[in-house]
């Protein structure tokens, strides 16, 4: 029997499988304990593999934090990319002393662009109770005309990213959270202004769905020829037209025509990554995307000698006060307080 729309099938571990042009995709999903007042975890880190933590079978990871788990500063150059915290929370610290704090379905999206040095950590701000934290992290490249754009950092907050509810002809629900791109007659929020997404004929579409068990729903077909991937990562099964994907399990699937979706018996949720290439080489080494081996080559030379604005925070693990809410400061001054 074919697996016709399927075109491709992976399974999805902590990296996801992408197409251009996205150049990587994890998900973290992480139980953390109750923190121990300090905002990170009341309990043993003895064993670990501290700075270099990335264990999948354990219930928890430190990544690269030694007190505060999370990505301590690095630097990025030529690429975008977009954070999307469904639980717990993120504190974001740049080059550009801009920060913030995000999470329960915020969206931060960040251009480094010509170059920019970040970092990223999970602060475990309940220590009466365990710390959950959900993200997504996609990595959006830029073509060679906006790969030196000026850096940009947004926030897209829940309270203003639609979301899309039907119920199908047997009264289950459908829910269509519209990150980027567009989903029938509702627009994402805008990206940053020199992303690929802003440019509508790219067709870019990150969308989290989540369809109650036994839900029917139709994908609409694309106008363009875009690569579009659907990750399965919470559920048993997902019907794609005929075929039955199991969980954890990403598909390829052809864009032109509508696909039918049916969730199985425990409902699915599921991440749908789309975008028309960025036909030009891509070169990568860590965290710099370019298009040529000499251009990587000029990224490192950059970074040393400029360290892309330096860092002006007194920490590399940069964490705000645990009594602080989600908000947002820029770099022209301008702040967003969305929690008091």
Known sequence: MSNYPVLNIKPMGFQWPVSNPFIFCAHHHDKYPRGNGEMGPDASLKGRNIGQDFDPSLDWRMYHGE?????PVHPHRGFETVT?????????????AQAGRYGGGDVQWMTAGAGLQHSEMFPLLKTDDENTLELFQVWLNLPASQKM????????WAEEIPLVKTIDSNNKSVEVTIIAGKYKDTEALAPAPDSWAAVPENEVNIWIIRMEAEAEWTLPKAVGLVNRWLYFFSGETLKIETFTLSSK?????????????TAGDSGCQIVMLQGRPINETVVQYGPFVMNTQNEIRQAFYDYQQ??????????????HPADKGRFARYRDGREEIRDK
Request: no cysteine.
């Open 67 to 71: 007190k505060v788990p999370g990505f």
């Open 149 to 156: 754009a000026e850096p940009h950092f947004k926030m897209l």
């Open 306 to 319: 400029t360290e892309f604005g330096g860092w002006p925070w007194a920490r590399r693990d940069m964490v």
């Open 249 to 261: 399990h990403a598909a390829e699937v052809d864009a032109m025509i509508d696909v039918k979706l």
């Open 84 to 96: 999307i915290v469904t639980q717990g929370m993120v504190d974001h610290s740049d080059s550009h």
